[in-house]
C-alpha cells in the first residue's frame, strides 16, 4: 500500500514544469477514494495530502483533436502520443487497484476458519497486472498458479462438530488441520504480496518512464510555445508594421490626390495665365501706343508748363507788388480813417434819449418837453411860473449841439453804425476808451451790455464791438495780420477795485494799478484775472459772468441802479511778419454809475456813501478832460481810481466818445440838463492829435 501511494504526486497532477501535460480527469477521484479509506494509515493520507497541496504545476488538457496549453496554445498531435500513454497507464493503474480492492474486502469479510484458498484467489498474475502489457513483449501475462503445496481438497475447510471435552486427541487434529490451513493461508498471502510487489516495481518503472516521456513532451510543448510567443510577437510587429504601411499608403494616396487636385487647378490656373498674358500682351501694345501719345503731349505739356512758370513767377512778382500796394494802401487808409477821426474830433460825445417804458407810457403819452432840429441838435423845453402867479411866462429853451443825438426810436443797430468807425481805430492801434455818462435810470448800461435777455437786436455796444473786431481779424489775417487779445473785467465800487470775472474772490486781496516798467506808460491791475480770449463767444461767456457779479441796488429814482462804474477793457496786439509791423492798443468800454442829486434820490446810509463816490468819481472825470483841454502842466488822473485806470484812453494819444443819455420823463428835467452841459462841456474840449501805437 505505501508503494501504491508513491504514486500519489502523478494522480493528484503535479509535473516538473510550469506547462505539463494535464491528467485524465478520473485522477481526482481515485485520490479523493483513497484519502476517504479508513483502512489505510494516516501517515500515508497526510503524504498524499501534502504532494497534493504542494503541487502548483500547470495542467494541460486533452482532446480528440490534440493537446492545449493551460495558456490556450495549440502544442500539436506529436505531444498526443505521450500523453496516450500516460493515460493508459493510469487505466492500468486502476484497474490493478480495483483487484486490490477486492481481494482486501474479501479478507476482511471472511472469517477464517469458514474460508477456503480458492475463494480468495486473485485475479491478477503473480507477474503483471491483469490488462497492462509488459514493456519487453507486449503480450499479457498469464495468470499465476497457487503452489502445489496447497490442494484443492485441503484448501475447503470442512467444519465438523464440536468434540466432547474428553476428545482431546481429536481437538489436536482439528487444530493441525487448522494450522495447516491457515500456514497455507500465510503462504498463498505471501506469494500474492511477492507477485504484487513485483507488478508494483513494473508499474513505477513504467511510470518513471512515463513521467521522462511527459517531462520531454512538457519541453517540446515549453519550446513549442515559445516559438509561438515568439511567432506571435513577430506577428504583432508584422501587423503593426502593416498598419503603418497601410497609413503610409493612405496618406500618399490622399497626397496622390491632392497633387493632381493640385495639378489640375494649376493647370488651370496655367490656361488663365495665358489667357491673362494674351490679353495683357494686347493691352501693352494698346499702352505703348496710348504712351508714345502721351509722351508727345508730355512734351507738349512740359513746353506749356514751363510757360506757365514764367506766368506764375509774373504773378508771383504782381502778387507781390499789389501786396505792397495793398499794404500800402491799408496804411493809407489807416491815415484817412485817422485824419477822419481827428476832424470829427478825438473827443466826441453822443446823445441818447431812451423811450418811456412801463408805466411812463401810461404817465406821460409823449415827450413834449425835449424836441429835435435834426440829429445833431437837441432842445429842453421849460416852463416856468411868475412868483406872483398870476401870469406864466415862455418856456424856456435849451439848445445843445452834439457830435451825433440819437432820438428814443434809434436802435442798438443805428447806434453802433456810428460808433463802429472808433473800434476800427482800436485795430489800427490807437487807444480808444467809449463810456455812457447820465443820471441813474436813463438807460447806460442798456446802451453798453443790453438787456438782461440779449438778441441780436438788443446787444449792447460791449458785444457789438467785439463782434467787429473778430470779424475784422479774419479779414486782416489774408493781409498778413495775426492778432492776440487779452480781456478783463472791472468794477469800481466806493473806489475800491473789485474784479468782476471772479465769483468768490478772496478775503484780503488788493487790487493796485502799477505801470508795467519805469519806462513804459501802459498800466496794469495787480492780482486781477486777465483772460486771453481767441473767439467772440468767450467774451460774451465773461460779459455775462461780469453782469452777475456787479453790485446793484435799488433807490428813490431807480429799483435797479448800478452803484459802481463797470470797466471793460480788452488789450488787442497784432503783428505783420512780412512787413515786421506791431500794433498794439487797449479798448476801454465804461458804463459809469449813475448821477444823481441827494436831495432826489434819498439815499441814507451805505445808498448815501456811495452816490458820494459816485459823483465825487465824476467830478475828477469832468475836471480830467477839461485840464487835458486846457493843457494844464498837471492832470489830476490819480484823484479817482477811474480816471487814474483810463489815464492811457483819455490823453492825447488816444480816442474818446462819450454817451450822454438822458430820461424822457419831465420830471427828471433837472438832471438831463446837468448831464447835458456836463456832456457839452466835454464836447467843446479839445485833446489834441492822437498818435497810432505801432513800430
Not at 630 to 636: L, Q, V, Y
Amino acid at each position: 500500500m505505501e508503494q501504491l501511494l508513491q504514486l500519489s504526486p502523478l494522480m493528484a497532477g503535479r509535473s516538473d514544469d510550469d506547462k505539463t501535460v494535464k491528467a485524465n480527469s478520473n485522477l481526482p477521484m481515485l485520490k479523493k477514494r483513497i484519502l476517504s479509506d479508513e483502512n489505510i494509515p494516516q501517515s500515508a493520507v497526510k503524504r498524499l495530502r501534502d504532494n497534493g497541496a504542494a503541487s502548483t504545476r500547470p495542467k494541460l488538457a486533452t482532446d480528440i483533436a490534440g493537446v492545449w496549453s493551460c495558456d490556450g496554445v495549440y502544442v500539436g498531435k506529436t505531444t498526443r502520443r505521450h500523453s496516450d500513454r500516460i493515460k493508459e497507464h493510469f487505466q492500468a493503474i486502476r484497474k490493478a487497484k480495483r483487484s486490490f480492492e477486492n481481494i482486501r474486502l474479501k479478507i476482511s469479510s471472511s472469517p477464517p476458519a469458514k474460508r477456503s484458498l480458492e475463494n480468495v484467489r486473485p485475479k491478477v498474475t503473480s507477474a503483471t497486472v491483469v490488462g497492462v502489457p509488459t514493456k519487453a513483449t507486449g503480450r499479457k501475462p498469464v495468470p499465476a498458479v497457487v503452489p502445489a503445496t496447497v490442494s484443492k481438497t485441503a484448501l475447503s475447510v470442512v467444519v465438523s462438530k464440536k468434540r466432547p471435552g474428553w476428545d482431546l486427541k481429536g481437538q489436536v487434529a482439528d487444530m493441525q488441520e487448522k494450522v495447516s490451513v491457515y500456514k497455507g493461508k500465510m503462504h498463498y498471502l505471501t506469494e500474492l504480496n511477492r507477485s504484487l510487489q513485483e507488478e508494483l516495481e513494473l508499474v513505477k518503472s513504467h511510470l518513471k518512464n512515463s513521467k521522462a516521456e511527459a517531462f520531454n513532451a512538457h519541453q517540446q510543448i515549453s519550446a513549442k510555445d515559445l516559438e509561438v510567443k515568439t511567432l506571435l510577437a513577430v506577428q504583432q510587429d508584422l501587423n503593426t508594421e502593416l498598419q503603418k504601411s497601410k497609413t503610409e499608403l493612405l496618406n500618399v494616396k490622399l497626397d496622390r490626390d491632392n497633387f493632381f487636385n493640385v495639378c489640375n487647378t494649376q493647370k488651370e490656373d496655367l490656361d488663365g495665365l495665358r489667357a491673362t498674358k494674351q490679353n495683357l500682351s494686347n493691352l501693352l501694345e494698346l499702352k505703348e501706343g496710348q504712351i508714345q501719345v502721351t509722351e508727345a503731349n508730355l512734351s507738349q505739356a512740359m513746353h506749356e508748363l514751363e510757360q506757365l512758370r514764367i506766368q506764375v513767377a509774373d504773378l508771383k512778382a504782381e502778387t507781390a507788388r499789389q501786396a505792397d500796394e495793398l499794404c500800402a494802401q491799408e496804411m493809407q487808409r489807416r491815415k484817412l480813417h485817422n485824419i477822419i477821426q481827428e476832424l470829427k474830433g478825438n473827443i466826441r460825445v453822443f446823445c441818447r434819449v431812451r423811450p418811456l417804458i412801463g408805466v411812463e407810457k401810461e404817465k406821460y403819452e409823449q415827450i413834449e418837453h425835449i424836441s429835435f432840429q435834426d440829429d445833431r441838435s437837441i432842445i429842453l423845453y421849460k416852463v416856468e411860473e411868475s412868483h406872483t402867479g398870476r401870469e406864466r411866462k415862455e418856456a424856456v429853451k435849451y439848445h445843445f449841439d452834439f457830435d451825433c443825438v440819437f432820438q428814443p426810436t434809434a436802435t442798438q443797430e443805428i447806434i453802433f453804425e456810428e460808433l463802429s468807425l472808433l473800434v476800427q481805430s482800436a485795430l489800427d492801434g490807437y487807444h480808444v476808451c467809449i463810456f455812457a455818462y447820465g443820471q441813474t435810470g436813463s438807460g447806460k448800461t442798456y446802451t453798453m451790455e443790453g438787456p438782461d435777455i440779449v438778441t441780436l437786436d438788443t446787444m449792447g455796444m460791449i458785444p457789438r464791438a467785439v463782434g467787429q473786431i473778430f470779424k475784422r481779424v479774419d479779414e486782416l489775417k489774408n493781409k498778413g495780420w495775426k492778432y492776440s487779445f487779452t480781456a478783463s473785467f472791472i468794477e469800481i465800487y466806493n473806489e475800491t477795485i473789485r474784479d468782476l470775472l471772479v465769483s468768490k474772490p478772496e478775503k484780503n486781496v488788493e487790487y493796485e494799478i502799477k505801470r508795467v516798467s519805469q519806462t513804459s506808460e501802459e498800466l496794469y491791475v495787480t492780482n486781477l484775472k486777465y483772460k486771453t480770449v481767441t473767439s467772440e463767444e468767450e467774451v460774451h461767456r465773461l460779459l455775462q459772468i461780469a453782469r452777475t457779479n456787479r453790485s446793484v441796488a435799488k433807490t428813490a429814482i431807480n429799483d435797479r441802479s448800478s452803484r459802481s462804474h463797470s470797466v471793460f477793457q480788452l488789450k488787442i496786439v497784432g503783428r505783420h511778419e512780412d512787413r515786421d509791423l506791431n500794433a498794439s492798443s487797449v479798448l476801454s468800454l465804461v458804463d459809469l454809475a449813475g448821477s444823481e442829486r441827494l436831495d432826489k434820490s434819498l439815499s441814507t446810509g451805505e445808498r448815501l456813501r456811495e452816490a458820494q463816490a459816485i459823483n465825487t468819481s465824476l467830478s475828477t472825470l469832468g475836471l480830467v478832460i477839461t485840464s487835458i483841454s486846457n493843457k494844464e502842466s498837471h492832470i489830476p488822473f490819480r484823484n479817482s481810481k477811474l480816471t487814474y485806470l483810463l489815464q492811457n484812453s483819455l490823453g492825447g494819444n488816444s480816442k474818446t466818445l462819450m454817451f450822454v443819455n438822458i430820461s424822457p420823463c419831465e420830471e427828471n428835467f433837472s438832471e438831463s440838463l446837468n448831464s447835458l452841459r456836463f456832456a457839452s462841456k466835454v464836447n467843446e474840449c479839445v485833446i489834441g492829435t492822437a498818435h497810432a501805437n505801432r513800430r
